[in-house]
């Protein structure tokens, strides 16, 4: 497609369509500087429609987010929004940047402020249900906030709708599982768990699987099944070598399985890569 792109725009270079394709093209491959550039020279050319300003404004939107500027991120999913408010993505897009930046708080102890950030994420999440209740992500959004609220019961119900709406989305049923785990029924929760597992090793199927194995190795422990902990937190280190509550884990099924050098070995590691981030 982007060879095809920039064919077209050597054909013609007045044809803002090419760009903006060429644009969410590049970013699509992860050529975010780019994609950038070719977003800003759509929003150069004069008389164009307003809704494409707006899907220029969009692809801004999304790598401004991807390169973790979120002030400008917020700035150009409004401009979009403001052009063209009746695209449900538009809104969905704004309203996981907000989560987005509610779970980095989040990570980082600031509750108060990760608070803050999902409640503002969800207007646009209602509004995209609003907007077209027959898609998912809106749903999938309410679902996400209302389980970092702490508002469960909440949680089940839009989690629910997101999954009438798009059966095959992964990140709903690793939603599910989290609730139905903080809810202590770890058996819901390993049967949705294993549902975003099997549909992420599905053709097509982009969701990040390792951190469902993670997910599945909490449970685990919770069943006092130590083995079959331990045989997914390896897995889940697969993809993420990194991941220290990963570590802790296998340092937990470790102990309860009285494999003491094994599990002071994985505290080691996990002791690491804290320390590794302090600096």
Do not use: C
Not at 167 to 180: H, M, S, T
Request: a negative charge; hydrophobic letters at 35%; zero cysteines.
């Amino acid at each position: 497609a982007i060879g095809n792109f920039r064919k077209a725009i050597e054909i013609d270079s007045n044809h803002f369509g090419s760009y903006l394709g060429l644009g969410w093209s590049l970013h699509e491959q992860g050529n975010d500087i780019e994609a950038l550039e070719q977003f800003t020279n759509v929003l150069q050319f004069p008389n164009i429609a307003s809704d494409s300003i707006a899907d220029a404004y969009a692809g801004l939107t999304s790598i401004y987010k991807h390169l973790g500027n979120y002030d400008l991120a917020i700035e150009f999913g409004k401009k979009a929004i403001e052009l063209n408010p009746i695209l449900t993505g538009y809104h969905a897009r704004l309203g996981f940047l907000y989560r987005q930046m509610g779970v980095f708080e989040a990570g980082n102890k600031n509750f108060t402020k990760a608070k803050e950030f999902f409640e503002l994420a969800n207007p646009y999440f209602i509004k995209a249900t609003e907007i077209h209740p027959k898609l998912f992500t809106g749903w999938l959004g309410l679902g996400w906030n209302s389980y970092s609220l702490g508002n469960y019961q909440e949680a089940l119900l839009y989690f629910t709708k997101a999954l009438e709406r798009n059966p095959r989305d992964a990140p709903a049923y690793e939603g599910l599982g989290r609730v139905y785990y903080n809810l202590k029924d770890y058996d819901k929760s390993i049967e949705n768990f294993r549902k975003a597992v099997s549909l992420s090793l599905m053709e097509g199927g982009d969701y990040d699987k390792y951190v469902t194995y993670e997910s599945l190795g909490w449970v685990y422990l919770r069943q006092n099944n130590h083995q079959n902990a331990l045989e997914h937190f390896n897995k889940a280190l697969e993809g993420h070598k990194t991941s220290k509550t990963t570590y802790l884990g296998l340092a937990y099924a470790h102990f309860k399985m009285n494999n003491l050098r094994d599990s002071e070995e994985m505290i080691n590691k996990a002791k690491a890569l804290y320390l590794a981030d302090s600096w």
